[in-house]
C-alpha cells in the first residue's frame, strides 16, 4: 500500500511532537515513527516524571509541617 505524506518525523520526543503538531496545522500529512515508547525521554524518564516526583515531595513536606 503506497501512501504519500508530507512530512515523516523520527523520533516522538517534544521536538518531534512539536513538529509533527504545526505541520498538522498547516494542512499537512504527517507519519511519526518511533522505535520504543512514544513520548521520548523526557516524557517517561526525565522531566515529566521528575517534575511530578518533585511536585509529591513538596506536597508531604508541606504537610508534614503544617500544624
Known amino acids: 500500500m503506497d501512501q504519500k505524506v508530507d512530512l515523516a518525523v ?3 520526543g517534544g521536538a518531534a511532537f512539536s513538529a509533527a ?3 498538522r496545522n498547516l494542512g499537512k ?3 511519526m ?3 520504543s515508547t512514544v513520548g521520548g525521554t523526557c516524557v517517561n524518564i526525565g522531566c515529566v ?3 511530578a516526583l518533585i511536585a509529591a515531595a513538596e506536597a508531604r513536606h ?3 509541617d503544617a500544624p
Open 29 to 31: 500529512s504527517v507519519v
Open 10 to 12: 523520527i523520533g516522538s
Open 21 to 23: 503538531i504545526r505541520a
Open 62 to 64: 508541606v504537610a508534614a
Open 33 to 35: 515513527i518511533e522505535r
Open 49 to 51: 516524571p521528575s517534575k
